[in-house]
C-alpha cells in the first residue's frame, strides 16, 4: 500500500518565481491538507483540500493557491516567490468521508527561494 | 484559533531511561491529539493519538495521557533506545469535525546516548 507521495523532493527558485508542488495522497485517502515548515518550527497549516475544493486555509497569503482532481491528488502553487518561502512543504491526507481524523505525512518537498 | 505549547524544546537521556513530553493547548473544544515523530530529512510520521473522550492511551513503549480540565497532554516512552531519537511534535485539532486542522507545537528534539 503507497504511503503519501510528494514531488519534487527539492527544489531551488529565484524571488519572483512560481512553483508547483505536487502530492498523492495515501490509498483510499480523500482529503489533503498542505503545510508549511520552517527550519526548527512545527508544521503550519496552509489548507485543506476535500472533495475538489478548499475547505480550511490557515494565515497564508493568495500567493498560495492549490487545487485538488478527481483522483484527490493535489497541487500547491506559490507566486511571486519570496525568501521566506523557503521551506519544507509538507502534504498529508486523510479519509474524511470515511471519518478517519489521522494525518499521515508526505516527506515533503524542500524549497529553496534564493 | 488554537494555540499549542510544548516543553522541553531539547531532551536527552541515557538509553534505557524514560522521557516525558508536555504539551498544553488553549482551545477547549480540541477533541484530537496526535502525535508525530520526524527524523531527518523525512516527514513526520505518526506514532500515537489520542481522543478527548480517552484519558489514557498505550502502544508497547509509547503512551500518552490526557488531562481535558487542565488542557494538556503528554507523550511518555519508556525504555527508550538510540533510535528514538528524533524531533517529536505534539498537535491539536480543534472543533468536531474530521476536516478540523492540526495546530502543531514547536516540537521536541530527543537524543538517546548510548
Known amino acids: 500500500d503507497a504511503g503519501v507521495t510528494q514531488s519534487p523532493t527539492h527544489l531551488i527558485k529565484t524571488r519572483g518565481q512560481q512553483v508547483t508542488l505536487r502530492c498523492s495522497p495515501k490509498?483510499?485517502?480523500?482529503?489533503v491538507s498542505w503545510y508549511q515548515q520552517a527550519l526548527g518550527q512545527g508544521p503550519q497549516f496552509i489548507f485543506q483540500?476535500?472533495?475538489?475544493?478548499?475547505?480550511q486555509r490557515g494565515n497564508f497569503p493568495d500567493r498560495f493557491s492549490g487545487h485538488q482532481f478527481p483522483n484527490y491528488s493535489s497541487e500547491l502553487n506559490v507566486n511571486a516567490l519570496l525568501l521566506g518561502d523557503s521551506a519544507l512543504y509538507l502534504c498529508?491526507?486523510?479519509?474524511?468521508?470515511?471519518?478517519?481524523?489521522?494525518?499521515?505525512f508526505g516527506p515533503g518537498t524542500r524549497l529553496l527561494v534564493l | 484559533g488554537e494555540n499549542v505549547e510544548q516543553h522541553p524544546s531539547t531532551l536527552s537521556v541515557q538509553e534505557g531511561d524514560s522521557a516525558v513530553i508536555k504539551c498544553t493547548y488553549s482551545?477547549?473544544?480540541?477533541?484530537?491529539f496526535p502525535w508525530y515523530k520526524q527524523e531527518l530529512g523525512k516527514g513526520p510520521q505518526l506514532i500515537i493519538d489520542?481522543?478527548?473522550?480517552?484519558g489514557e492511551k498505550k502502544d508497547q513503549r509509547i503512551a500518552v495521557t490526557l488531562n481535558k480540565t487542565a488542557k494538556h497532554f503528554s507523550l511518555h516512552i519508556t525504555e527508550t533506545q538510540p533510535e528514538d531519537s528524533a524531533v517529536y511534535f505534539c498537535?491539536?485539532?480543534?472543533?468536531?469535525?474530521?476536516?478540523?486542522?492540526?495546530?502543531f507545537g514547536r516540537g521536541t528534539q530527543l537524543t538517546v546516548w548510548p
Open positions: 498529508a491526507s486523510s479519509w474524511v468521508r470515511g471519518a478517519r481524523e489521522t494525518q499521515y
Open positions: 490509498s483510499g485517502h480523500d482529503t
Open positions: 483540500y476535500y472533495e475538489e475544493e478548499e475547505r
Open positions: 482551545d477547549s473544544a480540541s477533541n484530537y
Open positions: 489520542i481522543r478527548s473522550n480517552v
Open positions: 498537535a491539536a485539532r480543534a472543533g468536531g469535525s474530521t476536516l478540523g486542522r492540526l495546530y
